[in-house]
Antibody, heavy 121, light 111 residues
Framework: EVQLVESGGGLGQPGRSLRLSCAASGFRFDDYAMHWVRQVPGRGLEWVSGISWSSGSIAYAESVKGRFTISRDNAKNSLYLQMNSLRGEDTALYYCAKGHEGHIKVAPDYWGQGTPVSVSS | QSVLTQPPSASGTPGQRVTISCSGS????????VNWYQQLPGTAPKLLIY???QRPSGVPDRISGSKSGTSASLAISGLQSEDEADYYC????????????FGAGTKLTVL
């Protein structure tokens, strides 16, 4: 059974940093792309970033480019999102999602339950 | 303003067939496959349709997807109360160095 468990969310101050983690199990992690997608409560889904199976292909939403960094450790079956220069508009529930295949252009299929991030002074 | 356009709401009675549309452009739906997600209240999204028309295992065949040009549709037949949820379309978009784009979502109400 695919399991994705996010952690690291919480309260962050504007301009400061947070690091999200996603622990994956139930599938061969290094075969699949991974993504971060966020959702403001009551609003729609916004893709944040994606990383291919080998980390050779990475993409970001314009809203986070230059501030957020996605990475993965295939030996630890883990995905990360380093969030720097936090802004109020980064407040959302952050989902970790598994790609359907190894490349980031293929749809996310399984999603974790999310970790909440709140940015406020 | 979402890159993919969906109607904000849809409704139907039990047993009916409903469709939800998703309109995009040549940089997304016109050049890449469309995917559909269902999000029940308080839960994570679930993949319903990938590659325009394919159902993951466990998704019933009363749910189907189609695409023509720069538009796609999700159809749910034999509507059931448990289908009441938010539905999102998504596609890869090759503008701005590549990104995933989602529709704003359609709230389906079973009357």
């Amino acid at each position: 059974e695919v399991q994705l468990v996010e952690s690291g969310g919480g309260l962050g101050q504007p301009g400061r940093s947070l690091r999200l983690s996603c622990a994956a199990s139930g599938f061969r992690f290094d075969d699949y792309a991974m993504h971060w997608v966020r959702q403001v409560p009551g609003r729609g889904l916004e893709w944040v970033s994606g990383i291919s199976w080998s980390s050779g292909s990475i993409a970001y939403a314009e809203s986070v480019k230059g501030r957020f960094t996605i990475s993965r450790d295939n030996a630890k079956n883990s995905l990360y999102l380093q969030m720097n220069s936090l802004r109020g508009e980064d407040t959302a529930l952050y989902y970790c999602a598994k790609g359907h295949e190894g490349h980031i252009k293929v749809a996310p299929d399984y999603w974790g339950q999310g970790t909440p991030v709140s940015v406020s002074s | 303003q979402s890159v993919l356009t969906q109607p904000p709401s849809a409704s139907g009675t039990p047993g009916q067939r409903v469709t939800i549309s998703c309109s995009g452009s040549s940089s997304n739906i016109g050049g890449y496959t469309v995917n559909w997600y269902q999000q029940l209240p308080g839960t994570a999204p679930k993949l319903l349709i990938y590659s325009d028309t394919q159902r993951p295992s466990g998704v019933p065949d009363r749910i189907s997807g189609s695409k023509s040009g720069t538009s796609a549709s999700l159809a749910i037949s034999g509507l059931q109360s448990e289908d009441e949820a938010d539905y999102y379309c998504a596609a890869w978009d090759d503008s701005l160095n590549g990104r995933w784009v989602f529709g704003a979502g359609t709230k389906l109400t079973v009357l």
